[in-house]
């Protein structure tokens, strides 16, 4: 992790919260002390862990957490006061918001901190491998709305089609779909 935004209406618990995350290598920090500064910054731009220490100015901070978590792209560390502790965390927790009861224990943070960048990590991986999984499918529905073409204009059956495009991929030292887009810009 890298970056991080804290959203904190006092100095004391910026400074705090900035000192700890500085102390964990974060290089980037941004902070703000309202829930809407919070997300006008998070449409700008993304951040790898938000820590909001309720309550805010312009609300309790619990509907934040659980927007900035469902979004799926930051880790979201939310720390209340000790009596809210329970309530809130059966309240956010099942969108992956950690919560930290207040005064805030600096060993039990660094727990919290380990479990987002752990958590960060992970979702960060599981993304990659959907876009890639997903840049696999939009390539073969190319190919196959090509098989599709060459079977229809060109009279060849499905392993003939399927044989032409990978010999014609190796012939120009091209990937198959990059094939197929040449077919489908010739006949469409």
Same mark, same amino acid.
């Given at each position: 992790?890298?970056?991080? !935004?804290?959203?904190?209406?006092?100095?004391?618990?910026?400074?705090?919260?900035?000192?700890?995350?500085?102390?964990?290598?974060?290089?980037?920090?941004?902070?703000? %002390?309202?829930?809407? @500064?919070?997300?006008?910054? !998070?449409? &700008?731009?993304?951040?790898?862990?938000?820590?909001? +220490?309720?309550?805010?100015?312009?609300?309790?901070?619990?509907?934040?957490?659980?927007?900035?978590?469902?979004?799926? $792209?930051?880790?979201?560390?939310? $720390?209340?006061?000790? &009596?809210?502790?329970?309530? $809130?965390?059966?309240?956010?927790?099942?969108?992956?918001?950690?919560?930290?009861?207040? #005064?805030? +224990?600096?060993?039990?943070?660094?727990?919290?901190?380990?479990?987002?960048?752990?958590?960060?990590?992970?979702?960060?991986?599981?993304?990659? @491998? +959907?876009?890639?999984?997903?840049?696999?499918? &939009?390539?073969?529905?190319?190919?196959?709305?090509? %098989?599709?073409?060459?079977?229809?204009?060109?009279?060849?059956?499905?392993? @003939?089609?399927?044989?032409? !495009?990978?010999?014609?991929?190796?012939?120009?030292?091209? #990937?198959?779909?990059?094939?197929?887009?040449?077919? !489908?810009?010739?006949?469409?």
């Amino acid at each position: 992790m890298e970056s991080a !935004l804290i959203v904190s209406s006092t100095e004391k618990s910026l400074a705090l919260l900035r000192e700890m995350l500085s102390a964990a290598s974060f290089r980037d920090i941004a902070t703000v %002390k309202t829930g809407g @500064e919070a997300r006008r910054l !998070l449409l &700008e731009r993304d951040y790898d862990l938000v820590v909001i +220490n309720a309550p805010l100015r312009d609300e309790s901070g619990e509907s934040l957490s659980r927007q900035i978590a469902s979004q799926g $792209v930051s880790q979201v560390i939310l $720390v209340v006061k000790a &009596e809210f502790f329970e309530e $809130v965390s059966a309240e956010t927790e099942e969108y992956g918001v950690l919560t930290v009861a207040k #005064p805030i +224990n600096k060993t039990l943070f660094w727990y919290a901190l380990k479990l987002a960048r752990s958590a960060g990590s992970r979702l960060k991986n599981i993304q990659a @491998e +959907n876009t890639s999984l997903k840049q696999k499918i &939009e390539d073969i529905r190319v190919i196959d709305r090509a %098989k599709c073409i060459l079977i229809s204009y060109l009279r060849m059956s499905e392993p @003939e089609a399927h044989r032409y !495009l990978e010999k014609q991929a190796m012939d120009l030292r091209v #990937p198959k779909r990059e094939v197929a887009e040449r077919i !489908l810009k010739m006949y469409e």
